[in-house]
């Protein structure tokens, strides 16, 4: 989808045998509408009758990697402090987040039982401190030198140029690490299905993981590879492998990461539109593409625009990225997780993790951006809440305050008719009471 709200549809028939006589085929349906907000959502109700409707609620904590919980002077926080720290602080607030055994190769853990027991551990540490466990993984892609590769060659999708060997792609990062070679599971073997399934099972059952945050998955789609089964394309190895997951950890929270928007339909719960380094990437481009985007939160899921850093190694140094981060998470505020450790956050950093929480709870519709003001509007029968974006190079943003406006982030009042400046690429929100 690009800026101007137009659609590009692109047909890849890579290994996909097409014939004359065929009686199944996609059906490509044309929508009419007055407008791109109208058209938008007719398209968002078209698919959710097909694919089921996404639950209701926020599902929001602390995502960080154990080796970001670190104090200032260079020792550990436990994840039972984090735990603690939400409890009091963040009430509202109720999963962490582990990632794959530390020193293990992508991918071992869905086969080698003592990487297992090191993610139950710690997923019982934050289990007995009152909040729940997500789990960070690429299920789909495998390092080469994983377990997995190394012993069920068999398991992995052959290469078209060589069909006796693994298909491999290099130089790729799996949930968070970088490995020098990657190879895809193959979902049309029965026994890769019945592996991974098994562990995502006891993931889900015994280590009581609620959320599973699964990345890298459009690695699965790559060109080049094929399933041994001659019928099944890349597509459909794709959906098979999310299949296979969902149906083992029924009830838990599924996000799909760097997943291609078609096949994931109706196989997770939220959505991943960013990651925390793209806020120092061609920033103009990205905040028109996520305002684009807006209208998928709620409708096919719930959105996760990136998470907030305040004060870990990943933090910002500008204090505008900072707040063009934190505005981001007021307009997509279905999923809000920080990348800090709670026990290090102050008080102005709760201060902001709360005013989103208030936000999410309260129901506002959402405005299509404006392009003149660069604003979206949240709006509901009491307030709106206006949200300035200024993506435009050295030329700084003037807004004019209206009468009974306040800091949203703090609810200091705003004198009336007085002008605020938005230089850069930061952001900044305003309160304006219908009924004050």
């Not at 137009?6 to 097409?18: F, H």
Request: glycine share 8%.
């Amino acid at each position: 989808m690009y800026e101007t709200g137009l659609m590009r549809i692109m047909l890849d028939t890579e290994n996909v045998g097409m014939h004359p006589d065929e009686s199944d085929r996609e059906n490509l349906v044309f929508l009419q509408a007055k407008s791109t907000a109208d058209l938008m959502s007719e398209f968002a109700e078209m698919i959710e009758r097909h694919h089921g409707r996404i639950p209701d609620g926020s599902f929001t904590g602390c995502r960080a990697p154990e080796q970001v919980f670190m104090s200032q002077d260079g020792t550990g926080v436990s994840f039972t402090a984090a735990a603690e720290k939400m409890k009091s602080s963040l009430s509202h607030f109720r999963f962490i987040e582990l990632g794959e055994p530390e020193g293990s190769e992508s991918g071992s853990w869905i086969m080698e039982h003592g990487y297992l027991s090191e993610i139950e551990s710690r997923a019982k540490e934050i289990t007995a401190a009152g909040a729940v466990p997500a789990f960070r993984c690429s299920p789909l892609a495998v390092s080469m030198k994983s377990a997995v590769a190394m012993l069920h060659g068999d398991w992995l999708v052959r290469s078209l140029i060589d069909p006796g060997s693994p298909f491999e792609i290099d130089d790729v990062t799996l949930a968070g690490s970088k490995v020098p070679a990657a190879g895809i599971l193959d979902f049309s073997n029965p026994e890769v299905r019945e592996a991974v399934a098994g562990v995502f099972k006891t993931l889900h059952e015994r280590l009581g993981i609620g959320y599973f945050r699964l990345e890298s998955l459009s690695l699965a789609c790559s060109r080049g590879g094929a399933s041994v089964h001659g019928g099944f394309t890349r597509i459909d190895n794709y959906r098979a492998g999310l299949e296979t997951i969902e149906k083992a950890v029924p009830g838990a929270v599924i996000e799909l990461c760097d997943a291609p928007l078609w096949p994931s339909l109706g196989f997770g719960s939220v959505l991943s539109l960013s990651d925390s380094g793209f806020l120092h990437a061609d920033i103009m481009r990205r905040a028109r593409l996520l305002a684009q985007r807006r209208w998928m939160d709620g409708n096919l899921w719930l959105i996760d625009a990136g998470p907030l850093s305040f004060r870990d190694a990943s933090a910002p140094d500008d204090e505008g990225d900072r707040s063009f981060a934190a505005a981001l998470a007021l307009v997509f505020r279905s999923v809000l997780f920080f990348t800090d450790s709670p026990a290090e956050l102050k008080d102005e950093d709760l201060r902001i993790l709360e005013k989103i929480r208030e936000a999410a709870l309260a129901r506002y519709n959402t405005s299509a951006i404006d392009e003149m003001s660069r604003c979206i509007k949240l709006e509901n029968e009491d307030r709106v809440i206006n949200i300035y974006f200024n993506w435009s190079e050295n030329r700084p943003l003037r807004i004019r305050i209206l009468p009974d406006t306040r800091n949203f982030w703090t609810d200091e009042p705003l004198e009336a008719d007085s002008y605020i400046t938005i230089n850069g690429f930061g952001a900044f929100v305003t309160v304006k009471d219908i009924h004050a």
